[in-house]
């Protein structure tokens, strides 16, 4: 009987070690869930209440206005491409100058910047020269800007195509004829028998 009395009296123990261990484990785990849930709401919070003013009307920056670059050598136009660190001018197509040995060449088809649906072409040579003005050309891809300076305007093209054509001496030219266009052709960077045609369309005029 004592027997017994002690074999109950270690189960009971033993069942309320186990039940306090349980207590005292839920109690922890509990308090962990609790923290773990606090966190991911004060996440939450920091995610959507930041120190950004809400329904504030954003104020532009002023456009900062368009200031002509100088030109002594008395060009038509300035062709800039900024990506390509390229500035140069242009006579118009009946000056002496206006040949592909000298300069950037305003080709005879072309049309003048301020004309609706127009193309001003360009042409000038690629490669290692002094008159190498188009050699980089081939770093430019669709998307990127050119601009031309004329009669105190300066008129923002986006390139829209590039592809090449055999050299031949002909180049046809592929295009909107309904938007104003800027043509710029020059040969293909290490290919001798081709030439590459970049199609820029107006984007805007200043």
């Given at each position: 009987?004592?027997?017994?009395?002690?074999?109950?009296?270690?189960?009971?123990?033993?069942?309320?070690?186990?039940?306090?261990?349980?207590?005292?484990s839920?109690?922890?785990?509990?308090?962990?869930?609790?923290?773990?849930?606090?966190?991911i709401?004060?996440?939450?919070?920091?995610?959507?209440?930041?120190?950004?003013?809400?329904?504030?009307?954003?104020?532009?920056?002023?456009?900062?206005?368009?200031?002509?670059?100088?030109?002594?050598?008395?060009?038509?136009?300035?062709?800039?491409?900024?990506?390509?660190?390229?500035?140069?001018?242009?006579?118009?197509?009946?000056?002496?100058?206006?040949n592909?040995?000298?300069?950037?060449?305003?080709?005879?088809?072309?049309?003048?910047?301020?004309?609706?649906?127009?193309?001003?072409?360009?042409?000038?040579?690629?490669?290692?020269?002094?008159?190498?003005?188009?050699?980089?050309?081939?770093?430019?891809?669709?998307?990127?800007?050119?601009?031309?300076?004329?009669?105190?305007?300066?008129?923002?093209y986006?390139?829209?195509?590039i592809?090449?054509?055999?050299?031949?001496?002909?180049?046809?030219?592929?295009?909107?004829?309904?938007?104003?266009?800027?043509?710029?052709?020059?040969?293909?960077?290490?290919d001798?028998?081709?030439?590459?045609?970049?199609i820029?369309?107006?984007?805007?005029?200043?």
């Amino acid at each position: 009987m004592s027997k017994l009395s002690n074999r109950t009296i270690v189960i009971i123990a033993f069942i309320a070690i186990i039940g306090g261990l349980l207590i005292i484990s839920s109690d922890y785990l509990k308090g962990k869930k609790d923290r773990a849930y606090q966190k991911i709401n004060i996440s939450l919070y920091n995610e959507s209440h930041d120190n950004t003013p809400q329904n504030i009307e954003q104020i532009e920056e002023p456009e900062e206005p368009y200031v002509p670059t100088p030109n002594p050598n008395g060009y038509l136009g300035i062709l800039t491409i900024d990506k390509v660190n390229l500035q140069q001018g242009f006579y118009d197509k009946t000056n002496e100058h206006n040949n592909v040995s000298e300069n950037l060449t305003f080709l005879s088809p072309s049309n003048y910047p301020d004309e609706k649906k127009g193309n001003v072409i360009l042409v000038a040579h690629s490669g290692v020269t002094r008159i190498a003005y188009f050699k980089n050309l081939y770093q430019l891809k669709v998307g990127d800007i050119a601009k031309i300076e004329y009669k105190g305007h300066l008129y923002t093209y986006k390139i829209d195509n590039i592809y090449n054509e055999t050299k031949d001496g002909n180049v046809t030219i592929y295009r909107d004829t309904t938007k104003q266009t800027l043509t710029m052709i020059t040969c293909t960077k290490n290919d001798n028998t081709k030439q590459t045609i970049y199609i820029a369309y107006l984007e805007s005029v200043k």
